[in-house]
């Protein structure tokens, strides 16, 4: 299996601050996501990215950017973090038309 | 964009039961089509997938069905027991990857 790894998996922030999350994997998959996961609502996709020059917004990508900076990492940011941001975070990636691997997922807070 | 409803929210079985979950996609373009499963605190991981050139898949105690005509399909859970409880997801994703997931089913199993 794909050994996707995020940091922070668990942080609490105050409203305003710019928060990063990251993602980095090990497998060489191509194809790598950013979903948010809120109670009820499923997993909605934020951004991804297909390769290192190709990124694109996802449903939700509203107060968020992400940056590819090689293969192997994709990082979310929160320029101006907000209370309703507060949710749990998946990275994920995907190699071709194969299944999705999902990291640990980071937990944020916004107070 | 694709759009995937998922039925029911939760679903509560006795052990030893069948357990279904149904879910519906809008975009005649969709051909994969996997479920996922999410224990408490976990990742999401991949259960059983299928492909649109197939009508049904079946591991084990788990069975999924397609019917690209009504762009619907069910995951089929046989003989169910305690750890099979946990939060299921459908997706659908075309060609160019971009999954959109359910909402989820909370499937809690009696004992």
């Known amino acids: 299996d794909a050994d996707v790894t995020q940091t922070p998996r668990n942080r609490i922030t105050k409203t305003g601050k710019r928060i990063m999350l990251e993602c980095s994997q090990t497998?060489?998959?191509?194809?790598m996501y950013w979903y948010r996961q809120d109670p009820g609502l499923g997993l909605r996709l934020i951004y991804y990215?297909?390769?290192?020059?190709?990124?694109n917004k996802g449903e939700i990508s509203d107060g968020y950017s992400v940056s590819r900076q090689a293969q192997a990492k994709f990082s979310l940011s929160l320029e101006s973090a907000i209370p309703n941001q507060t949710a749990l975070y998946f990275c994920a990636t995907r190699y071709s038309t194969g299944e999705l691997f999902f990291g640990e997922g980071s937990r944020l807070t916004v107070l | 964009g694709e759009n995937v409803e998922q039925h029911p929210s939760t679903l509560s079985v006795q052990e030893g039961d069948s357990a279904v979950i149904k879910c519906t996609y809008s975009?005649?373009?969709?051909?994969?089509f996997p479920w996922y499963k999410q224990e408490l605190g976990k990742r999401p991981q991949l259960i059983i997938d299928i492909r649109s050139n197939v009508g049904e898949k079946k591991d084990q105690r788990i069975a999924v069905t397609l019917n690209k005509t009504a762009k619907h399909f069910s995951l089929h859970i046989t003989e169910t027991q305690p750890e099979d409880s946990a939060v299921y997801f459908c997706a659908a994703t075309d060609s160019w990857g971009k999954f959109q997931f359910g909402a989820g089913t909370q499937v809690v199993v009696t004992p």
């Open positions: 497998k060489g998959h191509d194809r």
């Open positions: 975009d005649s373009a969709s051909n994969y």
């Open positions: 990215s297909f390769d290192v020059k190709d990124i």
